[in-house]
């Protein structure tokens, strides 16, 4: 009996004829059977038609006569194990694949192999590639392990973030910005000026794809569907005039926008957002924009609610220092007041004479409402002192503010025996900044050199007041020739509560440093044991447009 004879009756046991007409018929038909399997490969599929993938080659690869390498089919099996097998797995699916190709051989030409070199070879090319066909499975399923972890860990982060984002869909968006360029438009300022609303056509061909539960939170929508339908009308007024430059940076090509607004949520409360938007560089199309979004709302109102104690607390230091000054702004408006009274009186006495002698009397006027002017005007810098009020940013001259409060405690300086000098710059550009608390700085600054000087001979007691016009900002020195400060109390001067008066609240330097740096400044003090103190401030010039 022949090799071909003995593949038919082996299976069957049946004669010679009908053999044969089952082997042509299973040739016929295999290719199409194990194709069909093949195109099974879901998940949900790919196991049974694996199994019967192998179940139909080893029975082609058995019971037929066609001179073709059958096992290589087996291949499919291998590739279909991608599916649902393991890397292990894969590798054990491709070494049984090779089993059943060497069995199937062996069933086939096992009493004549010697004499079927042609056959060896389609074993040996049947064996190579399912061996091949494994190695590279094995390496597409541990690329394929590397993506799926990189994805969970992508969809991890951005369903668990504690930030809101959404993935936006940026492509008609992008093609309306490139047709305003192919149709002549220079920027996004020439487009602002052809067409005012194209910013709110815009922002309407923005779709959004999806959205993490920290973002459907924050606008209090239940859904990626009600958020998308609803994400136009929650666009606040303040955005959309912002928008423009949100486009520039899409006109411009940038890599990345960031901006604070205000967006309404569903219930239609305003939120204070940051949010960033990624350009990718890989997707020009900007089909795929994630934006990310930081509700800080309650961060800004924090802020305005210590803002509001710092002012606070700025007035009360303010009313407490205002208070040891009683005897000096007593002094400060009996001095005016008088001479109103001594002026007023010499121009009665002129007017009482037999001749009027009016030039005399109009010189006596003329200097009673110059002293009453100065007394309003004490009045008037002692009320802005004692008020309680919001700062109000104004361009100040700060040798004006410097000149103004030495006028306060002049008579601090006089009963202290102080010597006053002052080298002001002259044309001292102005700076912005609110008057009284500017006011209160040096006020505190003052009354501390005059106090470091208490102990020391009266004839040495030297204060120094000078103003500089930096390249960009006023810069305030105030110098006192006192005993000086330890390394150990620099370091701790602007902290507050702290203090080297037995008396001091220890918040006049650290309320000192909070004005400065508000105005955008900054203070720091220098000190020698010994050759005094000289605490310096800067405040900056106002810049000038263009």
Known sequence: MSTDERKTAIVTGAPRGIGAAIAQRLASHGFNIIINFACLNTSRFSRPAA???????????????????????????????????????????????????????????????????????????????????????????????????????????????????????????????????????????????????????????????????????????????????????????????????????????????????????????????????????????????????????????????????????AHVARVATLGELTVSIAHELNQPLAAVVTNGGAGLRWLRREVPDLEKVQFSMESMVADAKRSSDIIKNLRALSVKASPKPIHVNLNEVLDETVALVRREIDINQVSLRSDLAADLPEVSGDRVQLQQVVLNLLLNAIQAMAHAAGNTRKLLIESFAEERAALVKIHDNGPGLTPETRKKLFSPFYTTKPDGMGMGLSICRSIVNAHGGSINATSEPGAGTTFEFTIPFIEEAG
Request: glycine fraction near 6%; charge should be negative; charged fraction near 20%.
């Open 51 to 313: 199994a019967l993938i192998a179940a139909a080659v080893f029975l082609l690869d058995t019971l037929t006569t066609l001179d073709i390498a059958i096992a290589v089919l087996y291949v499919l099996v291998v590739l279909l194990s991608l599916n649902f097998a393991t890397q292990t797995g894969l590798v054990l699916i491709g070494a049984g694949c090779m089993g059943l190709t060497v069995l199937g051989f062996l069933i086939s030409h096992g009493e004549g192999l010697p004499a079927f070199e042609d056959s060896i070879g389609r074993c040996f090319v049947s064996l190579a590639a399912i061996g091949i066909t494994t190695f590279l499975a094995f390496r597409v399923k541990a690329a394929i392990s590397v993506l799926a972890e990189s994805e969970q860990r992508y969809r991890t982060i951005f369903s668990a973030a504690g930030v809101g984002i959404l993935q936006m869909d940026f492509t008609g968006l992008k093609a309306a910005i490139d047709k305003l360029k192919v149709d002549g438009v220079r920027d996004i300022d020439h487009a602002e000026n052809l067409d005012p609303g194209f910013v709110r056509k815009a922002l309407k061909l923005i779709k959004l794809t999806n959205a993490n539960n920290t973002a459907l939170n924050m606008f209090n929508v239940p859904n990626i569907g009600t958020l998308e339908m609803l994400l136009p009308t929650l666009i606040s007024a303040e955005m959309e005039s912002s928008a423009w430059k949100f486009l520039a940076s899409i006109w411009s090509g940038k890599s990345s926008y960031e901006a604070e607004t205000v967006i309404d949520n569903a219930e239609g409360r305003q939120r204070i957002v940051l949010y960033n938007v990624a350009f990718p560089a890989n997707r020009p199309a900007l089909d795929m924009v994630l934006i990310s979004i930081m509700d800080v709302t309650d961060r800004r109102e924090a802020e305005n609610q210590l803002h509001a104690a710092r002012t606070e607390l």
